[in-house]
């Protein structure tokens, strides 16, 4: 198994600044992503982030908005930039863990950010 | 139309009742999730499917890879089953596809 520890919780920022979020895994994991959830829809993939590569970006998504750091096996961040209150959401990351012939995925608690 | 469809949207339940909530998918997959989803956002994975059936307690997930549609269940449900269940697949790239999710609320 994985266990995530992501941060912050929550925040409440003004526009025009960055929240950087922070995903940590208690073990090495070579596949993180990282999603979003908007008011009242679905989670929606952002970004998959593979250490010592660019993180791979879904149409609608880009890096200048959402960068995001990959420096080693068990950590991440994903940055929200120039903030407006359309990024209001929560931001989720997630692991896939393969062991033996079983492949899982483990979520972080989720980061729930509101913009003023 | 979505990838991962869920169903109902909204339930409401009493307290002692048997609870269904649907999932069909239209994608190839490795693998089906159900996760729960509390008020402040953080999401627990209940169960994670590639065949037949799991019990866990009182919640039972099925799955028809043919058919391609998932179920999951919950016996005498109780106001602490109060949530969001969500519905997600697993694609063999492993990235993940989600439905929009069932709120699902249990009345005393």
């Known amino acids: 198994s994985a266990v995530i520890s992501q941060k912050p919780s929550r925040d409440i920022c003004q526009r025009g600044t960055s929240l950087t979020i922070q995903c940590q895994v208690d073990?090495?994991?070579?596949?993180m992503f990282w999603y979003r959830q908007q008011p009242g829809q679905s989670l929606t993939l952002i970004a998959t982030a593979n250490q010592g590569s660019e993180a791979t970006y879904e149409s609608g998504f880009v890096i200048d908005k959402f960068p995001i750091s990959r420096p080693n096996l068990t950590f991440s961040t994903l940055t929200v930039s120039n903030m407006s209150p359309e990024d209001s959401s929560i931001y989720l990351c997630?692991?896939?863990?393969?062991?033996?012939?079983?492949?899982?995925?483990?979520f972080g608690q989720g980061t729930r950010l509101t913009v003023v | 139309k979505n990838e991962v469809e869920q169903s109902p949207q909204n339930l409401t339940a009493q307290e002692g009742e048997f609870i269904t909530i649907n999932c069909s998918y239209s994608v190839g997959i490795s693998a089906l999730h159900w996760l729960q989803q509390h008020p402040g956002g953080g999401i627990v994975s209940l169960f994670m499917?590639?065949?037949g059936k799991k019990k866990h307690g009182r919640l039972i997930a099925t799955i028809n890879i043919q058919e391609k549609h998932s179920s999951l269940h919950i016996t005498a449900s109780h106001p602490r089953d109060s949530a969001v269940y969500i519905c997600a697949v697993r694609r063999p790239n492993n990235d993940m596809r989600f439905g929009a999710g069932t709120r699902l609320t249990v009345k005393p």
């Open positions: 997630s692991v896939v863990v393969s062991h033996a012939a079983n492949t899982e995925a483990f």
């Open positions: 073990s090495q994991v070579t596949m």
């Open positions: 499917l590639s065949s």
